[in-house]
C-alpha cells in the first residue's frame, strides 16, 4: 500500500499485521461500543487472526498509523470481496472504517474510501459497497459528501444464531415469532 502522506500529510496507510490484532480488535471494541452493539461483539484475537492471515482469508484489513509511529494504530479499515451476478463482478464490500476519535477531521476517512475507491477500479470491480445505521447522519452525509449514494429502497437481511441453526436444519421460526 501506498503511503497516505499523498493524500493526508502525517498519516500512513499499510495492510495489517499479525502484530496489529490486539489494537484493532481495541478499535473494534470502541466502534462496538458507540453503534450500541457490545452485546453481539464476539472477535477476539484468535479469531481475527484467522480471518485476516489463514490461507484463505475471509476478510483484509488496513490499519493507520501517524507517520513514524508504525505501532501506533489509530484507524482500521476492514473489507472484503462480494459478487454481483448482474454485473458479473466482484466488488469490493466495506465492513469497517473505523478512525479513533482523536484523529478524526484530517480527511483519513475520505483517504481511506479514495484508495478502496482505486483498488476496486484498478481491479476491475463493479461497485465498492457498505452499509450505515439510519441513525447516524454524521457518516450519511459524510458518504453523500464523498459521491456515495444511500440506497434507501434496500434493506439488509440476516439471519444469525439460533435463528441461522433453525435454517440451516429446516426448522425455521418466522421473525415475528422470535419475540
Same mark, same amino acid.
Not at 481495541?26 to 481475527?48: C, P, Q, W
Not at 508504525?70 to 462480494?82: H, L
Given at each position: 500500500? !501506498? @503511503? &497516505?502522506?499523498?493524500?493526508? !500529510?502525517?498519516?500512513?496507510?499499510?495492510?495489517?499485521?499479525?502484530?496489529? +490484532?490486539?489494537? +484493532?480488535?481495541?478499535?473494534?471494541?470502541d466502534m462496538a461500543?458507540?453503534?450500541?452493539?457490545?452485546? +453481539?461483539? !464476539?472477535? =477476539?484475537?484468535?479469531?481475527?487472526?484467522? =480471518?485476516?492471515?489463514?490461507?484463505?482469508? @475471509?476478510?483484509?484489513?488496513?490499519?493507520?498509523?501517524?507517520?513514524?509511529?508504525?505501532?501506533?494504530?489509530? =484507524?482500521? +479499515? &476492514?473489507?472484503?470481496?462480494?459478487?454481483? @451476478?448482474?454485473?458479473?463482478?466482484?466488488?469490493?464490500?466495506?465492513?469497517?472504517?473505523?478512525?479513533?476519535?482523536?484523529?478524526?477531521? !484530517?480527511?483519513?476517512?475520505?483517504?481511506?474510501?479514495?484508495?478502496?475507491?482505486? &483498488?476496486?477500479?484498478?481491479?476491475?470491480?463493479?461497485?465498492?459497497?457498505?452499509?450505515?445505521?439510519?441513525?447516524?447522519?454524521?457518516?450519511?452525509?459524510?458518504?453523500?459528501?464523498?459521491?456515495?449514494?444511500?440506497?434507501?429502497?434496500?434493506?439488509?437481511?440476516?439471519?444469525?444464531?439460533?435463528?441461522?441453526?433453525? &435454517?440451516?436444519?429446516?426448522?425455521?421460526?418466522?421473525?415475528?415469532?422470535?419475540?
Amino acid at each position: 500500500c !501506498k @503511503s &497516505m502522506s499523498e493524500f493526508t !500529510k502525517g498519516y500512513v496507510l499499510r495492510p495489517a499485521t499479525p502484530a496489529d +490484532i490486539p489494537a +484493532i480488535l481495541g478499535l473494534m471494541r470502541d466502534m462496538a461500543s458507540f453503534e450500541k452493539l457490545e452485546h +453481539i461483539f !464476539k472477535a =477476539s484475537a484468535e479469531s481475527l487472526r484467522n =480471518s485476516f492471515f489463514s490461507d484463505e482469508p @475471509s476478510a483484509y484489513c488496513l490499519v493507520i498509523t501517524p507517520e513514524g509511529q508504525p505501532d501506533t494504530i489509530i =484507524s482500521y +479499515i &476492514m473489507w472484503f470481496y462480494n459478487y454481483s @451476478s448482474f454485473l458479473d463482478r466482484r466488488g469490493i464490500y466495506l465492513e469497517d472504517l473505523y478512525i479513533d476519535p482523536a484523529h478524526r477531521k !484530517k480527511g483519513l476517512g475520505a483517504a481511506a474510501l479514495r484508495h478502496l475507491a482505486q &483498488m476496486a477500479v484498478t481491479q476491475g470491480c463493479g461497485r465498492l459497497e457498505w452499509v450505515v445505521l439510519d441513525w447516524n447522519q454524521n457518516a450519511i452525509d459524510f458518504y453523500q459528501h464523498q459521491g456515495a449514494q444511500v440506497l434507501q429502497d434496500w434493506r439488509v437481511v440476516r439471519v444469525t444464531g439460533e435463528a441461522l441453526v433453525n &435454517m440451516a436444519n429446516g426448522t425455521p421460526v418466522p421473525a415475528e415469532a422470535q419475540g
